[in-house]
């Protein structure tokens, strides 16, 4: 029996093995290395800067939309700070130098752009439903299953503490009689049913009457006639100071006519509130109710 030969074979054959073994390890390594890579996340409106910012880890934000600085429009200036911005009116190539995994846009962001991201193989997240404090619950789901389980006991813990104050809130006001107002707007629209302003008034003590007595939904033309004939008892301005916001309507009809112009009736609320999406609505929702039902507070 030739036992060289059987040894060299053998041999051989661990060998053969152990390459295989080597080359399929570093095959899998491979696999599992690119399976973890960072998610890198960039948000192009300011809607998804404040969900953003409320779930994910500070290594997984790569920029936030021009807007999350801007206090007109954030509920986070603050820690926006921390953060890249987009530059405003930015194409593609200004989200992409970010190097991101994942883009979050909204319904209304253009879609050349959307386009332009997903033939780079980004994944995009297209946020399409924010009327209500449900469906900002939902998104903030959504975009924590994407980041991972740290970031989804996060949204967790976000929602229970905005339910807790939301119903709080509706304890306080229990039986309140609601005040009659409206929203004004130097564009000439005002916002009736299904807006983020009758979302305030329903969790607020406020009955909108663009909505109860003028029947609109949604945005739509100022009805500068019958408008005179509504029982406005205050106008919800947004600002800083209660003269400086009321000051633009006192010189544009309809609302000059309107008693509660003439008068001041306002209540007033951080500019930010009349527009967000995300669930730092509940803030609005306790501002709006503070200067509609000063009375339930003092107590």
């Known amino acids: 029996m030739n036992t060289d030969g059987h040894r060299f074979r053998g041999t051989a054959l661990q060998a053969c093995l152990g390459l295989s073994v080597f080359i399929c390890g570093c095959f899998l390594g491979g696999l599992k290395a690119e399976a973890a890579d960072p998610i890198r ?37 603050a820690e926006a700070r921390d953060f890249p911005l987009l530059t405003k009116g930015g194409d593609a190539e200004t989200i992409l130098k970010y190097r991101p995994t994942h883009v979050l846009v909204a319904d ?19 946020f399409t439903k924010y009327h209500t404090l449900d469906d900002a619950f939902e998104n903030l789901r959504w975009l924590a299953e994407v980041l991972g389980p740290e970031a989804e006991a996060r949204a967790e813990r976000v929602i229970a503490d905005t339910q807790a104050r939301s119903r709080a809130l509706a304890t306080r006001l229990d039986g309140v009689r609601l005040v009659k107002v409206i929203a004004p707007s130097t564009y000439g629209v005002i916002g009736g049913a299904g807006t983020t302003f009758q979302d305030l008034c329903d969790h607020a003590g406020g009955e ?33 100071d209660r003269a400086m916001a009321l000051e633009p309507y006192a010189r544009l009809a309809p609302y000059q006519f309107m008693a509660a112009v003439k008068d001041g009736r306002v209540a007033l609320i951080e500019p ?24 339930v507070f003092a107590k």
Do not use: C
Not at 272 to 284: F, K, L, P, Y
């Open 41 to 77: 996340v960039v948000s192009q409106t300011v809607g998804t800067d404040e969900l953003l910012l409320a779930v994910a880890d500070a290594e997984q934000i790569a920029a936030l939309s021009h807007l999350a600085a801007e206090t007109e429009f954030s509920a986070v200036v």
């Open 208 to 240: 909108n009457l663009a909505s109860t007595v003028g029947g609109l939904t949604g945005h739509e033309p100022t009805p500068r006639e019958s408008m005179l004939t509504w029982p406005v008892e205050k106008v919800v301005v947004a600002g800083k």
């Open 108 to 126: 209304y962001s253009r879609a050349d752009l959307v386009a332009q991201l997903e033939r780079a193989g980004i994944v995009v997240m297209k």
């Open 272 to 295: 930010w509130m009349m527009s967000t999406v995300s669930h730092h609505r509940v803030a609005a929702y306790e501002q709006l109710a503070r200067e509609l039902h000063p009375e």
